[in-house]
Every structure is written in structure tokens, then in C-alpha cells.
């Protein structure tokens, strides 16, 4: 039955489109072509682009547009030469503007979002494999933005999904925006237009062995005012720049620079925890640091001791009202170096391997003594080697003050590789493993292949399967039964992309017992099946609308058994204004809940077992984010198991000039049930003031009125090269409920203050 369904559901997602969509896109003739020129004198990075270095260089223009008006003439000249030395590759932009004064700066912060500014952005292909590589941006305000990808920047390939400034979503992500590599920039601005000077050290990139080479590559220009979007070597509009198969192509000299470099730190802080008995301020030390070392000019080893990640942001809270665990993606940088290597299986719902799980438990920090990890390409396959040792930790118990352990002495290990192929095409495998160091006997093992497979430019279809291991104590009744004791899970999918067109079709199986526990699985045993068409329709006669996108997608869950455990179709249509503003209207849900045994969704609120079908309305719109003043707002309302909820969100966002960012965000849940009804909400600050693109003050204040806790996290950085420098970090969780209704006394709850410095030390030098 399921088989048949889901062989018409193909059928009709493959059709839908009129007759000759399946048709592959010509996206035109030959790419362009580039020749980095060798500089007798290096030119000096100020912004400037008047170094003698500059004339001699072959002159790239010829810009064309992606974004709204697909391989038009960009509407302001772009000139781009490229020169190298010994050490570097040096790349200068000469960004014309008939209206300098309208120029958008954006936020100057590294790594800030280069969408809702006038940007420039420079991707290499430095393999030339079509689908990995490195990405190097500014602003005119001067930021460092820089990223790597893989799978061309996304799970479809480098097809549409978020922009430039798109942050990594786990370790499923295809482009990584945590990666800080160690470069320079600087920006210049006239009655012409603005002006950016990189510098990016060869031991900054991967390639093969030195020698004369050929990289893939290509550039982006975003001009804001009129939401457009230039790229040197045309791309379809439903490509991203990271769409590294057509990319244009650079020949150059590329020495052969191994990197060796050294991040020491030192780290004081002062902690003091007043939920237990009699606090105590505790001042500790400590002091560590990661190395990396080329093992030729492709395959990096990184060292790490004594791991720390005492700047990392903090996780945005979130409201649970499912049965089912909220995914946090990973921030902490050592692990987001190269994770698009260890990235096997359904990001953020099935994950065979997520580095969260290493170094945290329950919450709370779990101290990493030491590590290593092994990346590059290798014969051609692409290689990840990572191994941690953490050590145990403990709490102490609210009640007797006695400590208590959440979690042993753990190894962890994971070994991946792949090999790629043409037009988006490779196969992998990956084994990972958590052995308890002091009790051999309790371990865990996963292991999993990968594949992708591209047919022309506009079909692309995934699939992977992974097994698990876990050994039941001794004692202890095996009670498990079915292909390989239930631990499995596998998943086979495609996508069809064009200019015009988006569907896509999955299906994906999890077995009762499926243990990744160095992976993420949101949820246990179950078939789901989805599917999704959009449509994006472009008035390109209105000089102030872009496009309509109508949509419908449907998803479902069933039990191994067959129980329909949850569903949700979804019909909605998107109003895309030419300055980026948009909304949705009108989106309607048909929801529907399996419940085989009851669900208590807030203490004293039970939901029967039983089957609940709904529908609900959806409201979502934001206005032109490049403005200093900007606000996004939406909301969900209709009905909820036994009952109804409503449930509002909105944000408000102030940007002065480039320097202050500011904004308010609310998220609200009001849930009326048979059996109860209860509201919840969460409400967030962030702020940040630059003084300059490395120096800067960023706080996050949140309020969770589940827990009735205000959470504060205050991060002064003084940013050297590659994420280093100095930091000052303010933690303060304070509770603000009553005794009587959480059981936790009003005032502080968590106090920290933590002082890092870090240097990055080249030994090449």
C-alpha cells in the first residue's frame, strides 16, 4: 500500500509541471576565464587599488545579473584583477556606483550577513571538483566575511536556500559561515563607488601540490538599493554562487605552503551557583590551545587541548509543544571547521553524527582534554579523521549539595570518507563511535553510506542508511527484534530545480532502536513520506513586485505499525517585493496528531490518546531588512489537539549607520484545551555596537517564561586574526517567578565572568 502511494506520489510531483519542463536548462556557452599575474611587489592592503601591482593585471569585468533580471548587464561597472606572490593571492574590486550616497553598509561585525548590504563576495574552487571550496566577502564598511562549502553551499546542490549570509544549520550544513581563516581586507569609498583589497595567504587554502594550477572561480556583487545580485560567470537564478560547476576558471602558480600555525590561550574566570546551599564564588584558570599543521598541501591535521569555547554564542531559547527534542545547532568553532566532511544523513531531524553531543551533556559543559582531527583529499577522496577524549563531570544536587555525575569519561571517534565525482555526483561511508574510557563495556557504535547522484543540471537525488550498535548490560532482557535489532534508519530522496520550478519527494525510515547517541534523531520509529511544489512566478513589467511563489508541500509520519502519528499539508502563496520585503497570505495547515498513549504537554495537562485532525491559518511578512528601521511579524492560529492556539511572533530591528545593531523579538503561545489551558512566551534582546570590524560589544538578554528565568550573555571582542584575540565574557541567569509556582526562590540563579586571550602564531614565517 505504502509503495504504491508513494510511486503515484512521484508520478504526480514529476508532472505537475507543464509538458517540457523536464527539459535541462541551457545556461549558455563557454565559462570565463582568468590569469592571476605574478607581482614583483606585493601591493599594500589599504583600500586604495593605486599599487603599481594593479596595472599589470588582466582586467575582469563583464558582470552579469542573477538577481532580478537573469543575465541582463549589472546596472554599475564591476572591475576585478587578481595578482599573487610567494604567499598570497591578492584580489582587487573596483565597485563602481552612480549613487555612492546610497550605499548600504551594513552591520560591521565580522561574519555579519552580507545580504542586506552593498557586498562583495569571491568563491574558489581551489580543487577544481565542482563542489567544494572557499568564500572571502566584505562589505563597505570593511568586515571579514569568510566561509567554506560543500555540496556546493547546500543539500540540493547549490540551488536556492538563504543567501550569503546564510549562518550553518548543524552539521548538515552545506556552507559553513563559522570558519574563520586567517586574511586581510580593507575598503575605500568615493564619489565613485567604494573599493575592496583582500589578501588571502596561500596557507590559508587547501589545493593540490603546488606548481601551475587551475581554480575554479567566481564573484558576487550585491547592490543593494536595488536588490540585485551580479555574478562574473552566469548562473541560472535558481543557483546560488556557490554553484562551483559553473563557475569561470583562474590560472595561476600556486607555491606549495604547507600551514603550521599554533592558538595558544589563557582563560580566568570567577563562577558562583546559587541554587545550592551556602554558594561560593569558585575562580578557576586554564590554559590551552589547538595547532594546525599541513601534512602536505591538501591533508590538515588539527591538535587541540584543553578545548575551550568560552566565546561561542549562546543558543536562542525555543518553546516546545511537542512530544518530540528540539534541535540547537552547533556553534563551537573547532567542531564547524570542515564539518561538511562529517555530514551524513537528514539534517536537524537524523543525523548520523552531531558534534553537539561532544563536550555537552544535559546542558552543561563536559571538560574536552584533548583531540585531533584529520581533513583533506587524499588519492582524490575526500577524508575526515576525528578523535576526543573528554573527562567526566558533575553537578551538585539542588537538595543534598552532593555531586552528582552526568556524564563518564568518553572517547569519541568518527571516520568518514568520499569520493566525488562529476555533475554533483559521490558516494561515502562513515563509522562513528562513543566508548566509555572507564568502562569499556558501554559503548556505542553507528555506521552509515551516502550517496548523490546528479542527472543534468535540474535533478538531483540523495540517499543514505546507517546501523547502530548498542550492547544491553548484562542482566538486563533483550526485548529488541527485526532487522538488525531495530537499529536502523535510511532515507532516499530527489529534487527538481529549475528556473521556475522546486519539487522535491522523500521518503525516510528510523527503526524502534535506532542509536545514533553521537548523532541527533528528533524522533523514534516511524515511516514519513513527503513532498513539495512551488512555483515562482516573476512580474518582471512591475518595477516595485518581483514575484508570486505558490506553494504546496505535505508531509506524514506513521508508526512502524502503521498509526498515523502526525501530518501537515501545507498551501500557501509568498508576495516577494522588488526591495525584499515580503508576506504570506494566505497559508493554511490541515494538521493532524496521532496520539497511541496520552501526552502531557504542560504539568497537569493531559491529552488523551487518540487521533486529532486540524486546521490552522498562516500569517508571515517582514519589510525591506536593509533599512535602518525594520520589522517582521507573523502568526499561527487554528486548531490544536483537543482544542486551539494562537501563536504570535515578531521582531523588531535598528541599525544606526554600520556601528549599532539592535532588535526585540517575541514569540507568544496562548494553547486552550479540553483538559486545560496555559500561555507561554519567549522574549529576546540582542545588541551589538562595533567600534571597528574588529573591535566590538554584543549582549543577548532572554526571557522564558516557562522557566521564568532571564538569561544575560555579555561578550566584549578585541579580534586579532582567524577568531582570535581578546574576550570578556559576562554570563547571569537570574529568576524572576514565585516560589510557589516553580519552586525555585526569586534572584539569582548563575553568575560568570570569563577573560580569554588567544594568539594565532604562524611557524612558516
Not at 66 to 81: F, K, N, Q, Y
Request: charged share 20%.
Amino acid at each position: 500500500m505504502l509503495a504504491t502511494r508513494f510511486r503515484s506520489l512521484l508520478l504526480a510531483t514529476l508532472f505537475l509541471a507543464p509538458a517540457g519542463i523536464l527539459e535541462a536548462q541551457v545556461t549558455g556557452g563557454s565559462r570565463p576565464a582568468a590569469t592571476a599575474v605574478a607581482a614583483a611587489v606585493a601591493p599594500v592592503v589599504d583600500g586604495r587599488l593605486d599599487d603599481d601591482a594593479w596595472r599589470e593585471a588582466q582586467v575582469l569585468s563583464g558582470m552579469v545579473q542573477r538577481e532580478p533580471l537573469e543575465g541582463t548587464p549589472v546596472s554599475e561597472r564591476t572591475e576585478v584583477r587578481i595578482v599573487y606572490d610567494d604567499e598570497a593571492l591578492y584580489v582587487g574590486a573596483w565597485l563602481y556606483d552612480g549613487r555612492p550616497e546610497s550605499l548600504v553598509f551594513g552591520q560591521t561585525l565580522r561574519d555579519a550577513s552580507l545580504d542586506d548590504a552593498d557586498a562583495f563576495l569571491v568563491v574558489l574552487d581551489t580543487y577544481r571538483d565542482g563542489q567544494n571550496g572557499f568564500a572571502f566577502g566584505t562589505t563597505p564598511a570593511g568586515i571579514e566575511y569568510d566561509g567554506q562549502f560543500s555540496n556546493e553551499g547546500g543539500g540540493g546542490g547549490g540551488g536556492r536556500g538563504g543567501g550569503i549570509g546564510r549562518q550553518q544549520s548543524g552539521s548538515g550544513g552545506g556552507f559553513n559561515l563559522n570558519w574563520d581563516g586567517s586574511w586581510e581586507v580593507a575598503t575605500t569609498t568615493d564619489g565613485e563607488g567604494w573599493y575592496a583589497e583582500m589578501r588571502i595567504p596561500f596557507a590559508t587554502l587547501r589545493y593540490g601540490e603546488g606548481g601551475p594550477q587551475t581554480w575554479g572561480l567566481n564573484f558576487q556583487r550585491n547592490i543593494r538599493r536595488n536588490n540585485e545580485l551580479s555574478v562574473w560567470a552566469p548562473l541560472p537564478r535558481q543557483f546560488e554562487v556557490y554553484r562551483v560547476s559553473l563557475a569561470g576558471s583562474l590560472d595561476l602558480q600556486a607555491p606549495t605552503s604547507r600551514i603550521a600555525t599554533v592558538s595558544p590561550y589563557v582563560l580566568s574566570d570567577v563562577f558562583k551557583d546559587y541554587s545550592v546551599a551556602s554558594p561560593e564564588a569558585d575562580f578557576g584558570t586554564k590554559v590551552g590551545g589547538d595547532a594546525k599543521i599541513g601534512l602536505n598541501q591538501s591533508l590538515t591535521l588539527d591538535l587541540t587541548v584543553n578545548t575551550d569555547f568560552a566565546q561561542a554564542e549562546v543558543d536562542d531559547q525555543q518553546v516546545n509543544l511537542t512530544r518530540f527534542s528540539l534541535f540547537f545547532p552547533e556553534k563551537r568553532g573547532f567542531f564547524l571547521e570542515n564539518a561538511g566532511t562529517f555530514s551524513v544523513g537528514a539534517g536537524r531531524s537524523a543525523e548520523l553524527f552531531f558534534s553537539r553531543r561532544i563536550g555537552l551533556a544535559g546542558g552543561q559543559e563536559v571538560p574536552i582534554h584533548g583531540g585531533a582531527r584529520l581533513t583533506g583529499k587524499l588519492g582524490g577522496m575526500q577524508l575526515g579523521l576525528l578523535n576526543i577524549q573528554t573527562g567526566d563531570a558533575f553537578e551538585l544536587d539542588a537538595v543534598t549539595g552532593t555531586p552528582q555525575q552526568v556524564a563518564p569519561d568518553n572517547n569519541f571517534g568518527v571516520v568518514r570518507a568520499f569520493q566525488e565525482f562529476d555533475n554533483r555526483t559521490r558516494i561515502g561511508a562513515i563509522v562513528v563511535s562513543r566508548i566509555n574510557t572507564g568502562s569499556p563495556d558501554d559503548y556505542n557504535l553507528t555506521y552509515g553510506v551516502d550517496g548523490r547522484l546528479g542527472i543534468g543540471e535540474d535533478v538531483t537525488f540523495d540517499g543514505w542508511a546507517g546501523l547502530t550498535t548498542t550492547p544491553i548490560p548484562d542482566g538486563t532482557p533483550d526485548t529488541r527484534s527485526g532487522f538488525n535489532n531495530g537499529e536502523y534508519g535510511f532515507s532516499v530522496g530527489g529534487e527538481y530545480l529549475t528556473r521556475d520550478w522546486e519539487s522535491s519527494l522523500g521518503y525516510r525510515q528510523i527503526g524502534e532502536d535506532f542509536n545514533p547517541e553521537v548523532g541527533f534523531v528528533n524522533r523514534r520509529e516511524y515511516r514519513r513520506v513527503n513532498a513539495r511544489v512551488l512555483y515562482h512566478w516573476r512580474t518582471e513589467g512591475v518595477s516595485w513586485f518581483r514575484e508570486f511563489r505558490p506553494h504546496a508541500s505535505w508531509e506524514q509520519y506513521w508508526s512502524l505499525g502503521g498509526f498515523s502519528e502526525s501530518y501537515l499539508v501545507h498551501l500557501d502563496n509568498h508576495f516577494q517585493f522588488e526591495n525584499g520585503a515580503l508576506f504570506q497570505l494566505p497559508g493554511f495547515n490541515f494538521t493532524g496528531e496521532g496520539l497511541e498513549v496520552p501526552f502531557e504537554i504542560r504539568p497537569g495537562i493531559v491529552i488523551p490518546a487518540g487521533s486529532y485532525n486540524n486546521v490552522e491559518w498562516q500569517f508571515r511578512s517582514n519589510t525591506n531588512r536593509s533599512s535602518p528601521l525594520s520589522f517582521s511579524a507573523g502568526w499561527t492560529l487554528g486548531g490544536f489537539y483537543t482544542g486551539t492556539q494562537f501563536s504570535p511572533d515578531a521582531q523588531l530591528s535598528y541599525r544606526f549607520r554600520d556601528q549599532f545593531t539592535a532588535s526585540v523579538r517575541l514569540n507568544y503561545f496562548d494553547v486552550r484545551l479540553d483538559e486545560g489551558d496555559f500561555s507561554t512566551a519567549v522574549l529576546g534582546f540582542n545588541g551589538s555596537y562595533a567600534f571597528t570590524p574588529r573591535l566590538y560589544l554584543q549582549a543577548n538578554v532572554q526571557y522564558n517564561d516557562d522557566t521564568e528565568d532571564i538569561g544575560t550573555n555579555v561578550r566584549l571582542g578585541w579580534l586579532d586574526t582567524a577568531g582570535t584575540g581578546l574576550f570578556i565574557v559576562y554570563n547571569d541567569t537570574e529568576h524572576i517567578g514565585s516560589l510557589a509556582r516553580t519552586g525555585i526562590p526569586g534572584g539569582a540563579r548563575q553568575r560568570q565572568i570569563v577573560i580569554k586571550y588567544t594568539r594565532l602564531f604562524d611557524l612558516t614565517r
